[in-house]
């Protein structure tokens, strides 16, 4: 399909053929999509799956409404985490009783960080790359805080971080698909360059699950992390999901010891006893309603199977990229994310001095990207349900946008809380 698009002149009957023969293109039908609407940001919150309304009406009225405090057994609410966790398995490469989904991302990094720093009680450096998610070095700074600053979190480029792993290093945390530029880290090799040194490693999965391929058992990965609101469709505020590799399950605490992790919470034993393999990783109680509409997501995730949306979403990045320099060249918009699409996630990102309001101006004309600072304009393409005409389109009105200076008005120069 990308060879198609590489050898045929452009036009739009083209790419609507394309659309049609696309092997995905029935999984749009999935999903619930505003009439119109060009939907460019599955990689901050993905589209709602349509099965996801009628499963949150069982859980609430059946499940919760009919069965009220029997259905922690009788629907299975106790085990859930486990259940959609060994799913989330199946996408990205660990094996079932390695994944559980609780939480938040944010929450389960800590609960990660704090365990390998009690591994490697010696060693006193968290490494990471100046391109990581914020929140995930803000819990490293705030876990250094609690423990009366003997660590420190040095960042480094992230061409640099192979060669600034050292004897001191405890963990390296990183992000495998940069939320900026879209850059993949080379998962297999710097794990094991991580472990040659004796660290820990880390990867946060968040732009990763259910956008390109992962096989944490074959890297070897020590932890991970990932949210379920981007391209796992688990709807706003998600269920995070935590990845403990099996050889950890038994050797590492975490200091969120919450109830549910202890190995009978129905003993209601005034001693903390961890609950066997991942389950100690679990904190509260958890919250039904909203792993209800995940395991949707997912599912449709496992159906059309990571090969082809990698595939396709590779071919709807190639597109974006050709179209933005065919016709916009000259207009100041800069690549912010590789060329090449095998060292791409499935986004495109540009760098424009008017960045925040040209994306004012296209969610305007109802095509929704977004920015993230100071001047990265950020374009998911979710290949479950974005169509080669759909990028064919939000370029056009790009365009547009340009050659009339549509983006030049006040109120597109005003940055809101959420950008
Ligand atoms: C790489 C990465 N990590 C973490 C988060 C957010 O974490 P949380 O789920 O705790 O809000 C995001 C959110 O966009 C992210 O992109």
Redesign the pocket.
Known sequence: MDQAIAQLPLTRDLLARLDVEDPLGHFRERFHLPEGLIYLDGN?LGALPKTAPARLAEVAEREWGEHLIGGWRKDGWMTYPERLGNKIARLIGAQAGEIIAVD???LNLFKILAASLALKPTRRTILSDTGN?P??LYMAQGLIELLGRRHRLKLVEPKEIEAAIDDDTVLVML?HVD?RSGRIHDMERITRAAQAKGAIMLW?L??SAGAVPVNLTRAGADFAVG?GYKYLNGGPGAP?FIYVAQRHHDRTSQPLTGWLGHADPFAFAAEYRPAPGILHYKCSTPSILALAPLECGVDIMLEAGMPALRQKSMALGDLFIRLVAERLNGRGFRPACPLAAEERGSQVSFHHDDGYAIMQALIERRVVGDFRAPDIMRFGLTPAYVRYVDVWDAVQILAQIMDSRAYDKPEFKQRASVT
Do not use: M, N, P, V
Request: glycine content about 0%; some cysteine; hydrophobic content about 15%.
């Open positions: 901050s938040t991302t944010s998610f929140t995930d992000t939320y946060d968040c732009h949210c995070a």
